[in-house]
């Protein structure tokens, strides 16, 4: 078998592409395969196929920083990653594969009066949804964290946003767990196969051309995270996005010393220690739109000199890897969910910085729209795109875990 991504994961092996399937995903990151997942176990339409230009989980998906939590802003906000957050914790079960599910709870440093008031407005929507998050001291950051520096680049940690539900997971296990559990059911993951066109026909999705061909089916779900306006213009769509590199680094391993994830966005910073000892640390988009997934030296210094900041000794560790995704930045940053302007042609986009956290509730969601016909679920209904018509963004820019 010279096929390239054979695996041990016991994914069954593609088939040619049919003509036609009932339903088409493009992207075959995790939202893609988080949807095929839920459309064949808890709708049972699984002549369905997953589209996908590169290989399984090879994009945003493999590039992430894992984090999970649900301490958003908004109410609209809290209460759709709240049920991700939920849903991630019986994943490994749902898999019957382990996707290292860690719970280990997210600190966010304040360093004005300003941050600690936002912070007092999280910790009670939070708490509203049922989530576990409070506003607490500099003595108590001090006893969850005794090796950060209280007063890092001169900015005196003055509280701290402690949200116990915050977790990490494996992001590349996520990916496989639904890729198994959607392709034994009978859904087909065609990787190396590039969706080149949309075939619309009198306002309505009939179909996609590929590099491998052309397959017309009932209705389209588009899922590719970075790339979201370059397939949705082959629609005719044009999404009110902003392309922007996100990077991520990782050091050589040292012995554990940090349980929560650490975050502080006035140092445009967030630090966490992996269960192998690595240190990852991750900040802002780089400064300008682009479509590159180049690693930059100027990042890499500002970051390091943030990390090094909170945490002076890792001015000793080496530096293992640097990487970067492309990610899609909505004005509100929040995600663009549901339908689109073509009929049959569903959006899952605008996922931004913050889309890893949201992969089971995605999948979830975007399966019973495509099940019920097109009847939007209520959780997503706040994230359509018409949104931005109508001046009723979700606004979630001061939730995000480092400012970009
Ligand atoms: P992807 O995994 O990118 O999948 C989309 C797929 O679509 C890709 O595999 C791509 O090859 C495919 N595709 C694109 N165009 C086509 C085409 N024409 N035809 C066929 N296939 C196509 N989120 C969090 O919640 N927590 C974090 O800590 C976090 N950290 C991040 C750190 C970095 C450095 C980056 C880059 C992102 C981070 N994110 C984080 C965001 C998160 O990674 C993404 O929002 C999420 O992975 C999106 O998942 P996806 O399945 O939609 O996208």
Same mark, same amino acid.
């Given at each position: 078998? &010279?096929?390239?991504?054979?695996? =041990?994961?016991?994914?069954?092996?593609?088939?040619?592409?049919?003509?036609?399937? =009932?339903?088409?995903?493009? %992207?075959?990151?995790?939202?893609?395969?988080?949807?095929?997942?839920?459309?064949?176990?808890?709708?049972?339409?699984?002549?369905?196929?997953?589209?996908? +230009?590169?290989?399984?989980?090879?994009?945003?998906?493999?590039?992430?920083?894992?984090?999970?939590? !649900?301490?958003?802003?908004?109410?609209?906000?809290?209460?759709?990653?709240?049920?991700?957050?939920?849903?991630? +914790?019986?994943?490994?079960?749902?898999?019957?594969?382990?996707?290292?599910?860690?719970?280990? /709870?997210?600190?966010?440093?304040?360093?004005? &009066?300003?941050?600690?008031?936002?912070?007092?407005?999280?910790?009670?929507?939070?708490?509203?949804? #049922? #989530?576990?998050?409070?506003?607490?001291?500099?003595?108590?950051?001090?006893?969850?964290?005794?090796?950060?520096?209280?007063?890092?680049?001169?900015?005196?940690?003055?509280? /701290?946003?402690?949200?116990?539900?915050?977790?990490?997971?494996?992001?590349?296990?996520?990916?496989?767990?639904?890729?198994?559990?959607?392709?034994?059911?009978?859904?087909?993951?065609?990787?190396?196969?590039?969706?080149?066109?949309?075939?619309?026909?009198?306002?309505?999705?009939?179909?996609?051309?590929?590099?491998? #061909?052309?397959?017309?089916?009932?209705?389209?779900?588009?899922?590719?995270?970075?790339?979201?306006?370059?397939?949705?213009?082959?629609? #005719?769509?044009?999404?009110?996005?902003?392309?922007?590199?996100?990077?991520?680094?990782?050091?050589?391993?040292?012995?554990?010393?940090? =349980?929560?994830?650490?975050?502080? @966005?006035?140092?445009?910073?967030?630090?966490?220690?992996? %269960?192998?000892?690595?240190?990852?640390?991750?900040?802002?988009?780089?400064?300008?739109?682009?479509?590159?997934?180049?690693?930059?030296?100027?990042?890499?210094?500002?970051?390091?000199? @943030?990390? *090094?900041?909170?945490?002076?000794?890792?001015?000793?560790?080496?530096?293992?890897?640097?990487?970067?995704?492309?990610? &899609?930045?909505?004005?509100?940053? @929040?995600?663009?969910? /549901?339908?689109?302007? *073509?009929?049959?042609?569903?959006? =899952?986009? /605008?996922?931004?910085?913050?889309?890893? +956290? !949201?992969?089971?509730?995605? %999948?979830?969601?975007?399966?019973?729209? *495509?099940? !019920?016909?097109?009847?939007?679920?209520?959780?997503?209904?706040?994230?359509?795109?018409?949104?931005? &018509?109508?001046?009723?963004?979700?606004?979630?820019?001061?939730?995000?875990?480092?400012?970009?």
């Amino acid at each position: 078998n &010279d096929y390239p991504f054979e695996n =041990d994961i016991d994914l069954p092996l593609p088939t040619e592409l049919k003509k036609h399937y =009932d339903v088409v995903i493009i %992207g075959g990151g995790g939202h893609g395969v988080a949807t095929a997942f839920y459309l064949a176990k808890y709708h049972g339409i699984t002549n369905v196929a997953i589209l996908e +230009k590169g290989y399984l989980g090879g994009g945003n998906t493999a590039r992430n920083t894992a984090v999970i939590r !649900s301490n958003y802003l908004t109410s609209e906000g809290v209460r759709f990653y709240k049920e991700s957050v939920d849903m991630f +914790k019986g994943l490994s079960n749902e898999f019957d594969f382990n996707i290292m599910y860690s719970s280990r /709870g997210q600190l966010t440093l304040a360093h004005t &009066d300003a941050t600690i008031r936002s912070f007092r407005q999280r910790a009670e929507v939070n708490t509203h949804f #049922g #989530g576990k998050t409070e506003l607490i001291d500099p003595q108590q950051i001090k006893e969850l964290v005794p090796t950060l520096n209280m007063n890092p680049a001169d900015m005196p940690v003055l509280a /701290g946003l402690w949200h116990m539900d915050g977790a990490t997971a494996r992001h590349d296990a996520v990916a496989w767990g639904y890729a198994k559990g959607a392709t034994q059911r009978g859904v087909e993951l065609h990787q190396l196969t590039e969706v080149t066109d949309v075939i619309i026909e009198n306002g309505k999705a009939k179909g996609v051309k590929t590099n491998r #061909g052309t397959v017309s089916c009932g209705c389209i779900i588009q899922a590719v995270a970075g790339h979201s306006s370059i397939v949705a213009a082959m629609a #005719g769509i044009k999404m009110p996005i902003t392309t922007y590199p996100l990077q991520a680094m990782v050091t050589q391993p040292v012995k554990p010393f940090l =349980d929560p994830l650490v975050s502080s @966005s006035a140092l445009h910073c967030y630090v966490q220690q992996t %269960g192998r000892g690595e240190i990852v640390f991750g900040g802002g988009s780089d400064p300008y739109p682009l479509y590159n997934t180049r690693s930059t030296l100027d990042l890499k210094e500002s970051l390091l000199a @943030s990390a *090094v900041e909170m945490f002076p000794f890792m001015a000793n560790l080496k530096l293992m890897r640097q990487w970067s995704g492309i990610t &899609d930045m909505t004005s509100d940053y @929040s995600p663009i969910m /549901g339908l689109s302007p *073509v009929e049959n042609y569903y959006l =899952d986009a /605008g996922w931004g910085t913050w889309g890893f +956290k !949201s992969t089971p509730i995605c %999948g979830k969601s975007m399966a019973e729209l *495509v099940a !019920s016909g097109g009847k939007v679920p209520e959780i997503i209904a706040p994230f359509a795109m018409d949104r931005f &018509d109508v001046f009723r963004q979700v606004n979630e820019m001061g939730a995000t875990a480092a400012s970009h």
